[in-house]
């Protein structure tokens, strides 16, 4: 072998580092700077200071609509789908006939939940005359306006991001595998019920998992673009106006990149200090192989 072969592992992270570089670490710097400038994308950037954030936190009242609706929409989903994850994770953990079909459909929303397409079908599923309207009609009762009325439509988007549970499903699924089936032959012969051993071994057992999943949802959440703007484009009254589309409004409508990279810098800054709240916190109740802890 060659003098050089050491260093050929090298030659295949370059084209990684080069994504890294060009299309994350570039963006991120560079819409720093934009956020102090005004800039249409069409003639060269104007530094004018913090006029954008002066005006994001003292004049613009659409951004605290949003700021609001978004933070709704965070922490309703993210606690109702980890815990609707979970359940169904511990339902399928029993060792049934023909389980693994049922984990595969169940994982499936996951991975369609995202894309345009079943943004459009959940559209159609919600309209006046959808499938949820003729089923709620045949029951004997009244169609329901979903996208016309600010707390249907919110409900809808957040009932669309619940759906997409099957990736943090499968991973409690790998943790819930991962326990030491001794653990609860111990708890049985002590004559503990299904409840205390969930509650007392399973739960603490999986709360890496659990904190894991918090964090990856979370910033996730922050994100979420299609189904607001597929399904509702933010209304009706700005009721489904999520940050990620006050952004890209900003940004490509009104070609106001200045101000729109004010505003993603912001909503960097909020999920950066509820990660850390959420680090802080793991220290409470996040239970590591290894812990001593009274």
């Known amino acids: 072998m060659g003098g050089d072969s050491k260093y050929l592992g090298l030659w295949f992270v370059v084209p990684y580092v080069l994504g890294l570089v060009l299309f994350i670490a570039f963006p991120f710097v560079a819409s720093f700077y934009l956020s102090f400038t005004d800039y249409d994308l069409l003639s060269s950037p104007e530094w004018v200071g913090t006029k954008n954030y002066e005006k ?121 595998q991962s326990v030491d089936k001794s653990l609860y032959e111990a708890a049985s012969i002590d004559g503990a019920g299904p409840w205390h051993t969930f509650r007392y071994i399973t739960l603490p057992l999986i709360t890496p998992v659990i904190f894991f999943n918090l964090i990856m949802q979370t910033v996730q959440a922050f994100q979420e673009f299609n189904g607001p703007y597929i399904i509702t484009e933010g209304g009706p009254l700005k009721s489904t106006y999520l940050l990620p589309l006050y952004i890209y409004e900003k940004a490509f409508k009104s070609f106001d990149m200045g101000y729109a990279s004010a505003i993603s810098w912001v909503l960097f800054f909020i999920i950066m200090v509820l990660t850390l709240i959420a680090f802080w916190s793991s220290k409470k109740w996040v239970y590591y192989a290894g812990d001593k802890r009274n």
């Open 56 to 176: 994001l936190f003292t004049r613009d009242r659409t951004f605290d609509k949003s700021l609001s609706v978004t933070l709704t929409y965070v922490f309703t989903t993210v606690p109702l789908k980890l815990v609707f994850a979970l359940f169904i994770a511990v339902v399928l953990n029993y060792r049934l006939r023909g389980i693994n079909l049922f984990r595969t459909a169940y994982y499936v929303p996951s991975i369609l939940g995202g894309s345009i397409a079943i943004a459009v079908l959940w559209r159609y599923i919600f309209a006046d005359t959808g499938l949820m309207n003729m089923f709620i009609t045949m029951l004997g009762f009244e169609a329901i306006n979903w996208f016309g009325e600010p707390g249907n439509a919110l409900f809808t988007i957040t009932l669309l991001r619940i759906w997409q549970f099957g990736s943090a499903m499968v991973i409690f699924l790998a943790a819930l």
